[in-house]
């Protein structure tokens, strides 16, 4: 069941897919008082539907941002910059970031799985959706969603969960969403306890314990 401070988007999306994308974000997703940042954020949609929600605090980096159709709001700071020098940004998500997401844009950096390796020690939480292969930029050796989640793990990242799939019409293809549990200040309580960050990550919502 969708959580009731999340509405649904009010607001003409860059991305066609995004209000079905955001549907299935909401039900798993808990925003609230937290930090985020969109690597790859193009049009701003993930950044404006989570600058909405309660105490958060947003940021969206892009080396493509259209700031005339995007408006200022107080909670929202839009950053010019290339993924490709993610480096640039490691003071950022190493001190300001809860969750980051990166949706369709992995593939096209000259090393995705450097830039997943270093989310995944630096950031708490991570949604990520990547082309596979036969998908535009896909890499040949990611085909579906087992190979995906084999590479996120193998990236260092502690938890991986499937939360929801969206249909590309354009190329006929299938893009999933992983919510994924870093390695960043996770509480070390529960460090061996994967059932209860499951629990927690699935059905309560993203809990972050500083």
């Not at 995004?18 to 940042?37: A, C, E, G, I, T």
């Not at 049009?43 to 159709?69: F, H, L, W």
């Not at 980051?100 to 997943?116: A, E, H, K, R, T």
Request: charged residues 25%; hydrophobic residues 35%; negative net charge.
């Amino acid at each position: 069941m969708a959580k009731e401070y999340y509405s649904e988007i009010d607001f003409t999306p860059y991305n066609t897919r995004f209000p079905l994308m955001w549907n299935q974000l909401r039900k798993y997703v808990d925003f609230r008082n937290m930090s985020f940042v969109d690597l790859g954020c193009g049009g701003g949609d993930m950044v404006r539907a989570v600058s909405r929600i309660e105490g958060t605090n947003c940021i969206g980096i892009d080396k493509n941002i259209d700031r005339e159709k995007i408006k200022p709001k107080s909670n929202i700071s839009w950053i010019d910059g290339d993924l490709n020098d993610v480096n640039r940004y490691m003071g950022l998500l190493i001190n300001s970031a809860d969750i980051v997401s990166c949706f369709s844009v992995l593939p096209y950096l000259d090393n995705y799985i450097g830039l997943l390796r270093k989310m995944a020690v630096w950031v708490p939480y991570s949604l990520i959706e990547m082309q596979y292969s036969g998908d535009g930029p896909g890499p040949k050796d990611i085909e579906n969603d087992e190979d995906m989640e084999r590479l996120l793990y193998s990236c260092g990242y502690v938890l991986v969960y499937w939360i929801g799939q969206t249909h590309l019409e354009i190329r006929d293809a299938s893009r999933s969403i992983w919510l994924c549990l870093g390695s960043a200040d996770r509480p070390t309580r529960y460090t061996t306890d994967y059932n209860y960050l499951r629990y927690h990550a699935i059905h309560g919502g993203l809990v972050y314990v500083r």
